[in-house]
């Protein structure tokens, strides 16, 4: 009766820089093997958990500059004086062969994309308090504490940004808010506006309801 888009769906992640939004994202391609993570670019420098073409495709700012001159991206956004972006390239191929995109970007960019595509699937991630954050930002040992409190900050004024989004998923436990993020794709692909075809009111319904009548008239009433 009921025919989905074969089209994926594009599902943009966005989270305060410390949220945990990388770590959830792994654990989602761990679970669903239909999710495809478009791999952004940046301008910011490489640091020693970093792999090329892994966790992003890194230039310098005039190596990036000169891609956004040759409108490579979706999308970019200066982001504490380094450019994030999403190139163009295989997004679309994705998408059209059935599969989930994931784009895992910042705000600024995100609201780009959702000018553009609209009806994509937009996911806040938020820690589970501020203190939290600042405890994961010291944690990760890689900045200064002016850089610190420069991404702190940030952080602070992003949530306040979480009312832009379709969904919101507190980031306490990781494998709950993993099951939350899949959860909600799930749901989203039962939306009646995602549904490209109902058949009713065509023959083999018709056929269907003759069949069901007749064989209702044969069987006994039955009232206990």
């Not at 004086?81 to 705000?107: A, F, M, R, S």
């Not at 939350?180 to 018709?206: H, P």
Request: glycine share 4%; with cysteine; proline share 3%.
């Amino acid at each position: 009766m009921i025919r989905t888009k074969k089209q994926g769906l594009l599902i943009v992640i966005s989270a305060p820089s410390g949220a945990g939004k990388g770590t959830i994202i792994n654990k989602m391609l761990e679970k669903n093997n239909n999710l495809w993570l478009s791999i952004s670019a940046t301008s910011r420098p490489m640091r020693s958990n970093d792999k090329e073409g892994q966790t992003y495709y890194f230039y310098t700012k005039e190596e990036f500059q000169e891609k956004i001159k040759e409108d490579y991206f979706l999308e970019y956004a200066l982001y504490a004086d380094n450019y994030y972006g999403t190139p163009k390239k295989y997004i679309q191929e994705y998408l059209d062969k059935g599969q989930d995109v994931i784009l895992e970007i910042e705000i600024q960019g995100a609201m780009k994309v959702k000018k553009l595509i609209p009806e994509a699937l937009f996911v806040f991630i938020m820690p589970p308090s501020l203190k939290e954050l600042k405890k994961r930002l010291v944690g990760r040992g890689t900045d200064t504490k002016e850089k610190i409190l420069e991404r702190f900050k940030i952080a602070y004024q992003e949530m306040n940004e979480v009312t832009k989004y379709n969904y919101v998923v507190i980031n306490d436990e990781i494998e709950e808010a993993t099951e939350k993020v899949l959860a909600i794709i799930k749901a989203e692909k039962c939306r009646v506006d995602r549904i490209e075809q109902v058949f009713l009111n065509n023959e083999e319904e018709y056929m269907h309801e003759m069949l069901i009548d007749k064989e209702l008239d044969n069987e006994p009433l039955n009232i206990n």
